[in-house]
């Protein structure tokens, strides 16, 4: 069972001492001449004694500081914390993605604090929402499979925001699509980080069904039966080689209101040793993070039906797990893929290609407005954009607002091209495509793998498709900074929430 994030968001713009706390968050830039205290509601004496001590006590106002001092009198917190906010200029704005970053790294840091009050500087609601969001995206705490809690501090259970606008008509909701949103990404983290022994594809498929509980979706499952007498080659030749039969799981979001309908297809690869084609031991388990795409999709969807927005959404999750065994599909086997175009295996290390293959078949048949599809494709992502921004490909309209849903979200996302000359390194001698080519520029030539299973409308025009490779951004291997934890980040469920925005909104 994947338990939400317990965390209760309010708003106040005055009498700090009405809402006592364990800490009162104020931010501190990083300007031109040095450290600047940013907007704050202390005392115009307390504030004047803290702006003249920031660099003596070595306060930089750089990202993820977090400084820690006694509380002043007439604040109601036992102590204040100085969140760094990074580089400001004068008389310019800051950044929501500053603020979402620097409420999450103090939050983050904040462990062992019940209750905290941040009052950054927040002159819009996208502000506050920034702020809010990332408070929740910082109570975060993975600790399901720990008996001995000594050492761990529960994440931060209650966020009051100050902020002149908390009397706004409109600050209730946008605490409450904060903290959806926020649960949102945290739950995906959370499925990410749930060990292979825990998340296989038939647990995976149970926790869709639990997660969707009380939500105006419907959950549809096939089992291994029911993919074999439908022909879903691509996701029983990847899961053959497991004792744990694989799993489709479609997530249908569909409000009577509904102008735009869009698909979702996610790699949902419960472990991925690599099949026959091993990978090397060293940090193999990290794949257990290979089924973070069909995390992603699933929880876009559900929170897209939380918030009730008014889109046709579709999630479809590919589920298997990639084990070598007796049983295990072999480098050079031919499979048939859903609808019938035939894969040679050459690598059975490039399993998620073919998973998304029949994923990507299935989402077609239904002619949706747009398909995305969110994988942990490729190492090469990593090698081209680094371990935080994720590659987008394919159909220019459908890349292009997921740029700028990206851009609002605060989420790194790059447009990639999808150059024709690698689809002939994709030729096979025996079957309708090879699943590996051209090695250099690795991710854009599993693009153009998976371009190939993208459908028709009704009137022969391929459907507007996007392809996000999430491998680097969607697990953080190294340390926490800003809202981001260890292991699962959550990454794109912000980034595809925002583009649903848009098409509702008409933006894109
Ligand atoms: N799941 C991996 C990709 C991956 C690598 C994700 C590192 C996260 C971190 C994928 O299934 C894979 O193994 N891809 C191969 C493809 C190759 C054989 C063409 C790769 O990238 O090496
Ligand atoms: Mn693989
Ligand atoms: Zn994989």
Partial sequence: MVKATDITLGAISRDLKKSPAGALVIGVGKGADGPVLLDNPLSAKGAESVAASLEILGVTGAPDQAHRLPGLPDTGSDILVLAGIGKVEAGEGLEPEALRRAAGSAIRQLAGIPSVTVALPTATLADVAAVAEGAVLG????TEHRTNKDGLKDPVKKVTIFTPLADSKEIQPVLERALLLGRAVNTTRTLV???????????????????????????????????????FGGILGVGKGSIRQPRLVKVEYSPAKATKKIALVGKGITFDTGGISIKPALNMGDMKSDMAGAAVVLNTVLALAGLGLPIKATAWLCIAENMPSGAAQRPADVLTVYGGKTVEVLNTDAEGRLVMADGLVAAS??????????????GAQLIALGN????????????GALKAAADRAGELVWPMPLPEELRPSLDSQVADIANIGERH?????????????????????????AHIDIAGPSFNNGSPYGYTPKQGTGCTVRTLV????DLVSGVS
């Avoid at 089992?223 to 074999?228: A, N, P, Q, T, V």
């Avoid at 935080?388 to 890349?399: K, L, Y």
């Avoid at 793998?449 to 459907?463: A, K, M, P, W, Y």
């Fill in 193 to 231: 980080n749930q060990p292979p022994s825990h998340l296989y594809p038939d647990s995976f498929a149970e926790a869709a069904k639990d997660l969707a509980k009380g939500l105006p979706v419907k959950v549809t499952v096939w089992d291994e039966k029911r993919l074999e007498k439908e022909g």
């Fill in 139 to 142: 109570a975060y705490a993975y």
């Fill in 388 to 399: 935080r921004t994720a590659g987008v490909m394919g159909s220019e309209h459908v890349t």
């Fill in 498 to 501: 925002a583009y649903a925005e």
């Fill in 441 to 465: 520029g690795g991710m854009m030539t599993a693009a153009v793998f998976l371009r190939e299973f993208v459908g028709s409308d009704g009137d022969g025009r391929q459907i507007p498709w």
């Fill in 365 to 378: 048949l239904e002619h949706p407005d747009a398909i995305i599809d969110v994988a942990t494709l490729t």
